[in-house]
């Protein structure tokens, strides 16, 4: 029969029989092995005093470190920030506030229930290559570049109906498609010196699909057109045979400049030359009617003063006698002065005309 060892307690050792005060001895089973006391005393565990007992500090401590921890998890979800050039689309346990979207800066939000989206407003770029045909069915391989930015005002609602895969889910197709309605209002010759024309046009479609997404349009840029192999053989085939004929027609040009000016020349000399004949001719009718008038004026002076004679003699004589003088006399038996040659006036038919001036003087006009 066993004795469980835990009722048998008498008066003077409270710790059961075999044991002690003490600590001198432990409290075994029937078996050998050693039983705790119930009542938590350590000297039943063969333990020092003291060692079951916690300490006020480590009391103090974890619950200390469990409210911070909860605190920062409390302020770190409550605060959240919007980077420049961002809004936030504040989520309510994963609905979309439609209401707004939050500015740059600092935001206090409910924890655990409220999340915050970024989403970038500012100015983007995307190139894509669009294959198309133009209207006179040649291919046309057309690489377009597309600023645009989300309106920012509606940044929330461009998340909820689109989300941020936006740009392959609504930019892409939209290019793809204005793209291929354009070129195909153009011949392939007129892409290329229309270029302005259908850029326009490209922008305008695309702004117009984007606009219904919240989508702005900034710019929208024609970086490349690639055409067939054939087709540029054919257009720079084109282009030389246009640069021939234009070089012919500007050396055809030159040719009629070139005898314009020689005519010019010509001309220009033959009215040289009569304006030269015409001025020699004026001189000798000038000279022949001053030396008429000169011989008119003399003859009219010898009729009116025969001292008018001795005067023209006095002009001409230079201060010195002659070496010589002849003893001749006139036709009518006057006396001849040997240095001075009278001239009268001619007929009409350039016959000379010999006459007698008043007082007997003689005048005497050479022939021509």
Do not use: C
Request: glycine share 8%; hydrophobic share 35%.
């Amino acid at each position: 029969m066993k004795i469980n060892p835990f009722k048998r307690k008498d008066k003077d050792n409270p710790y059961g029989s075999g044991g002690s005060s003490n600590g001198g001895s432990r409290r075994t089973t029937p078996e050998g092995e050693p039983l705790e006391d119930p009542h938590g005393s350590p000297y039943s565990r063969g333990s020092s005093p003291g060692r079951g007992k916690i300490s006020p500090l480590i009391k103090f401590v974890v619950p200390a470190v469990i409210g911070i921890i909860i605190v920062t998890i409390l302020v770190t979800g409550s605060v959240k920030i919007v980077d420049a050039g961002y809004r936030g689309v504040l989520l309510s346990f994963g609905a979309v506030d439609t209401t707004n979207s939050l500015q740059e800066g600092i935001h206090f939000v409910v924890p655990v229930r409220d999340s915050v989206v970024q989403m970038e407003v500012r100015t983007q770029k995307i190139t894509e290559d669009a294959a198309s045909a133009s209207k006179d069915l040649q291919d046309v391989r057309t690489q377009v570049a597309l600023n645009y930015h989300i309106s920012p005002d509606n940044a929330q609602i461009v998340f909820k109906e689109i989300g941020l895969d936006y740009a392959n889910r609504v930019i892409v197709p939209a290019i793809q498609e204005s793209v291929k309605q354009v070129t195909a209002r153009f011949n392939a010759e007129e892409l290329i010196t229309k270029r302005e024309t259908v850029k326009d046009q490209i922008e305008e479609q695309i702004r117009n699909r984007l606009a219904a997404y919240n989508i702005i349009v900034d710019a929208v840029s024609i970086t490349e057109f690639q055409f067939s192999p054939e087709f540029v053989k054919a257009v720079e085939a084109k282009v030389a045979a246009q640069q021939r004929a234009l070089q012919a027609q500007n050396e055809l040009r030159r040719i009629e400049i070139e005898a314009q000016q020689a005519e010019a020349r010509a001309v220009g000399e033959q009215q040289a030359n009569i304006a030269r004949a015409e001025g020699v001719r004026q001189s000798n009718v000038l000279q022949a009617q001053g030396e008429a008038q000169a011989i008119t004026t003399i003859d009219e002076q010898l009729r009116q003063s025969p001292s008018y004679l001795e005067w023209l003699k006095s002009q001409k004589w230079d201060g010195q006698l002659p070496l010589v003088v002849g003893g001749g006399s006139g036709p009518n038996g006057q006396s001849v002065t040997p240095f001075i040659e009278i001239p009268t006036s001619r007929n009409s038919f350039g016959e000379s005309e010999s006459d007698t001036a008043p007082g007997g003087t003689n005048r005497t006009a050479p022939a021509p």
